[in-house]
Nanobody, 115 residues
Framework: QVQVVESGGGLVQPGGSLRVSCKVFGSIFRARDMAWYRQVPGEQRELVAEISSGGNTKYVDSVKGRFTISRDNRLSTVALQMYRLKPEDTAVYYC?????????WGQGTQVTVSS
């Protein structure tokens, strides 16, 4: 049974920075492409960044240049470093695979960008 646990969210002012992290238990993590998603109440979950097993990264246009996804295969973790945050980045952030049969979703971590 694979378990995903996200952490690191919080309240930050516009223009600030925040780092969220995710640990994956029970999977061959180093062989998995991984991704960060976010969801606003009433809207569909949106994939914002992904990283391949080999470390190649992709971002949606709205976060390109502001967010950086990284992974640590020894610790089975994937992180999302967020800079120059905007109020529209407010959402619950989740990690999972970017495609295929997804893991059971974790509880996510709330990121709120507000003054």
């Amino acid at each position: 049974q694979v378990q995903v646990v996200e952490s690191g969210g919080g309240l930050v002012q516009p223009g600030g920075s925040l780092r969220v992290s995710c640990k994956v238990f029970g999977s061959i993590f180093r062989a998995r492409d991984m991704a960060w998603y976010r969801q606003v109440p009433g809207e569909q979950r949106e994939l914002v960044a992904e990283i391949s097993s080999g470390g190649n990264t992709k971002y949606v246009d709205s976060v390109k240049g502001r967010f950086t996804i990284s992974r640590d295969n020894r610790l089975s973790t994937v992180a999302l470093q967020m800079y120059r945050l905007k109020p529209e980045d407010t959402a619950v952030y989740y990690c999972n695979k970017p495609r295929g049969v997804l893991f059971t979703w974790g509880q996510g971590t709330q990121v709120t960008v507000s003054s």
